[in-house]
């Protein structure tokens, strides 16, 4: 494929705006965002309710199209490829952490943190041993066989951030990570992606709180739309 080269990940979006349109009401989440991240970075976004940063995030993780503008990875515009290669492009180089979570209800945790891998084309035993390895990594083993419905919300955001680190991203992009997690636990998950982020993958990061800002070495300010600091 195209972009099995792939090996630096710079990731840049480019005057983008994207408007949601709801019968004839629209919002405008984002009016013309130009944003340069660098292979290897740390950013956080940061902003008030409502300013964006979750459409942002959508947009850079090729989960949304935006309505005007381009996302480059590498240079190259990944706005105008099919929706296969984009999951693709996503599941191989990029880790995503919901916001609120999203896991399959239907599976339990080791399965939602082994599906990427599934995708993948990973094996069925190297994928249950690694997503074993990475629900001890935030401290989740004990709830390997538990469904989504029978963990907190905290513990949910634990899966969903092992199951982000699945396929070993270039890029992780994390909406509020640390939002439901008492301190303690979400020192460990900051910690977490600390490392991965030494280790070399880029890492975008929402949040409110300014202990995960202290991570990054840039932090972009969003309001209503816009890139203001
Ligand atoms: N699917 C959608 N349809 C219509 N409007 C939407 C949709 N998703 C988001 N919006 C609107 O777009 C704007 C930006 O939303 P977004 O979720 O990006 O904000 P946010 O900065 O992440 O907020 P929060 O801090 O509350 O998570 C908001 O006004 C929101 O109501
Ligand atoms: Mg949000």
């Not at 480019?14 to 970075?41: C, F, M, P």
């Amino acid at each position: 494929m195209l972009w099995m080269g792939v090996r630096m990940m710079s990731l840049v979006a480019e005057n983008v705006t994207k408007v949601y349109r709801k019968g004839s009401s629209q919002v405008h989440a984002l009016r013309g965002v130009t944003l340069e991240i660098q292979d290897g970075e740390s950013v956080a976004v940061m902003g008030p309710s409502g300013s964006g940063k979750s459409t942002l995030l959508y947009v850079l993780g090729l989960l949304a199209t935006p309505t005007s503008g381009r996302v480059l990875i590498d240079g190259r515009n990944v706005t105008v490829l099919d929706d296969i290669t984009r999951s693709s492009l996503r599941n191989k180089y990029i880790g995503f952490v919901f916001q609120s979570y999203n896991l399959l209800s239907g599976l339990t945790a080791l399965d939602n943190v082994a599906l990427p891998m599934k995708y993948a084309g990973i094996g069925a035993r190297m994928r249950r041993q690694r997503a074993m390895e990475l629900l001890k990594m935030v401290g989740l083993e004990h709830r390997a066989n538990h469904y989504p419905s029978e963990l907190s919300g905290g513990e949910e955001q634990r899966v969903a951030i092992a199951r982000a680190l699945a396929n070993n991203p270039k890029v992780i992009l994390a909406d509020e990570p640390t939002g439901n997690l008492d301190s303690a636990t979400g020192k460990q998950i900051l910690a977490l992606l600390s490392e991965a982020n030494a280790r070399g993958t880029t890492l975008v990061v929402v949040t409110h709180d300014p202990t995960v800002a202290d991570i990054c070495t840039r932090v972009v300010k969003l309001r209503d739309g816009m890139i203001v600091d």
